[in-house]
T-cell receptor, first 111, second 112 residues
């Protein structure tokens, strides 16, 4: 059964550094998402992407964040200058219709 | 935006008993209502979903009921087992905004 994959599984970075989180959505899906989950809290929507452009974004997704689909398979989330409060689990998800399938997540730790 | 409330926040049941978790939402245009199970350190996994043209759906020990008039939907787990212990999230999806809005989660503990 196809799955969403994410790399790396764990990323440690210094405050102020740039990070890129990578996702490979399920191949025939058209909608892609990034969510984040701070430890012990609920999952929060960041951004949705369709037809090579952002379709929705939350208040969390400020100018420090960007997304890109650089080729036919990868979907990336970039944080330009990380802050301590960016430490969280970041999940990528994709869907062809309604059901969203989540990747295993990238745990980002900002020191 | 969508406001989602989920109750209870924690739930402990004896193995074999039933568990019910309720979710209320604010956006009357929401038309897709999934429930996700998340084990510690793992991804959210879809366990059951329902669409707005259906009032109830069942899959073995798990069922979801939807009341669109009252804007709430519930997860029912019967004959609970220790492996059902996890955090459960409701996550209604609207028509105009395709993202999921997650509830705050319910920590279910099934005691052997």
């Amino acid at each position: 059964e196809p799955e969403v994959t994410q790399t790396p599984s764990h990323q440690v970075t210094q405050m102020g550094q740039e990070v890129i989180l990578r996702c490979v959505p399920i191949s025939n899906h058209l909608y892609f998402y990034w969510y984040r989950q701070i430890l012990g809290q609920k999952v929060e929507f960041l951004v949705s992407f369709y037809n090579n452009e952002i379709s929705e974004k939350s208040e969390i997704f400020d100018d420090q964040f960007s997304v890109e689909r650089p080729d036919g398979s990868n979907f990336t989330l970039k944080i330009r200058s990380t802050k301590l409060e960016d430490s969280a689990m970041y999940f990528c998800a994709s869907t062809g219709a309604d059901t969203q399938y989540f990747g295993p997540g990238t745990r980002l730790t900002v020191l | 935006g969508e406001n989602v409330e989920q109750h209870p926040s924690t739930l402990s049941v004896q193995e074999g008993d039933s568990a019910v978790i309720k979710c209320t939402y604010s956006d009357s245009a929401s038309n897709y209502f999934p429930w996700y199970k998340q084990e510690l350190g793992k991804r959210p996994q879809l366990i059951i979903d329902i669409r707005s043209n259906v009032g109830e759906k069942k899959d073995q020990r798990i069922a979801v009921t939807l009341n669109k008039t009252a804007k709430h939907f519930s997860l029912h787990i019967t004959e609970t087992q220790p492996e059902d212990s996890a955090v459960y999230f409701c996550a209604p999806q609207g028509v105009s905004a395709r993202q999921l809005t997650f509830g705050s989660g319910t920590q279910l503990t099934v005691l052997p």
